[in-house]
């Protein structure tokens, strides 16, 4: 049986992007073990088809000794265990991991889903981390037995340009796929409020403040029937994080509600007809962005690599300019002004998720890909 070790950076991003890979392992043949570090505890038979255990890798970076000895214990477990092939996602694990398997010679499998805030360096500090990232890159990437998973022919773009990675070896999957049963498109009413909704861990480059100014804007400005609602975690860890505080005095003062991180949000996103995300953060394709359009929301969201990977432009929502509060509430304006635009785009979202993004398909992808490195042993 094919044994793979999947590592991600942590357990609440495997459960919302990976956790269906992994539950059909059993059904697929392979022995899956799922590392990740652990934010809540989690008994390892709620999982069926795979193990998942804590990472011995951290997520957050505190010092070059204790990455050393996370690396440590990492190359041990692997030397130990051997699998058949390691898939790392996310840019710390992809690091580590990639080190260790160009050492040891296992097949490599790297899933970039966004280049991260790394590929975007703003002074000398984060120039040289962008130059030791490319460097470790070209070296654990010029293994034969090595591929790189991308979700937008952007990322794809940079790593070629750079010379880090050859053609041959990149797959593209278009994100992490959508469960079509779990999002299911409802018809919604189209004679009451428009309820309107942003929903991402809230951090200030996913465009958190630009929703909050727009909703404000029009409220005092138009006499449109019209709710906005905020939902999604605080993400302490990640850099440009908004506190609770922040959140809650950002929404008061611009007449937006804040309903926390929701478990339910299948539930709310068939209740919204506009779903925004005004987002310039580094990633790949946001996976609400396509339970969104599986949903049936229109969408509005940002001409930025993955965002606009989600959509069809003019069909299944709008584009806008990143950091443009204006041109956010003209295209919201006009949304709420043609409710059949609202309709139209909501049923063409649906129809779009269906044939690109459902989530089987990206599993198909992945165990190929397994596959084509099982067939090499």
Known sequence: MTKIFMFVNVDWFFLSHRLPIAEVAKDKGVEMTVFADFTSPHENNEYK???????????????????????????????????????????????????????????????????????????????????IIKSIYKIIFSSEQSRVICQSSHDAGILLNNGLVTNEKIIIVEGSGVDLEEYKFQKREMHGPIKVLMASRLLKDKGVREFCEAARKIQEKYNFKINFS?????????????????????CLSNKVEFIGNRSDLKD???????FILPS????????????????????????????RDAIIPGKT????????????INALVNMVSDRDLIESMGKAGRLMAEQKFCVSKVIEKHYALYQTFNKDK
């Open 230 to 250: 905020l939902a999604g975690p605080i993400d302490y860890e990640s850099p440009g994080y908004l506190t609770k505080e922040q959140i809650a005095e950002m």
């Open 280 to 307: 310039y953060y580094a990633e790949g394709i946001p996976k609400v962005l396509l339970e969104a359009a599986a949903s049936g929301c229109a969408v509005i969201t940002t001409e930025h690599p993955g965002c």
């Open 49 to 131: 088809g795979f193990s998942f255990l804590q990472s011995p890798i951290k997520r957050k970076y505190s010092s070059l000794y204790s990455s050393f000895k996370e690396f440590i214990k990492t190359i041990q477990l692997i030397k130990r265990e051997r699998p058949s092939v390691i898939h790392a996602v996310t840019i710390k694990p992809i690091i580590l991991l990639g080190i260790i398997c160009f050492i040891l010679k296992i097949p490599f499998i790297a899933s970039i889903s966004g280049l991260g805030p790394g590929f975007s360096p703003t002074n000398f500090l984060s120039k040289t981390r962008l130059f």
């Open 268 to 274: 709310i996103l068939a209740e919204s007809h506009i």
């Open 317 to 328: 929502g709008i584009l806008i300019p990143p950091r443009d509060i204006f041109s956010l």
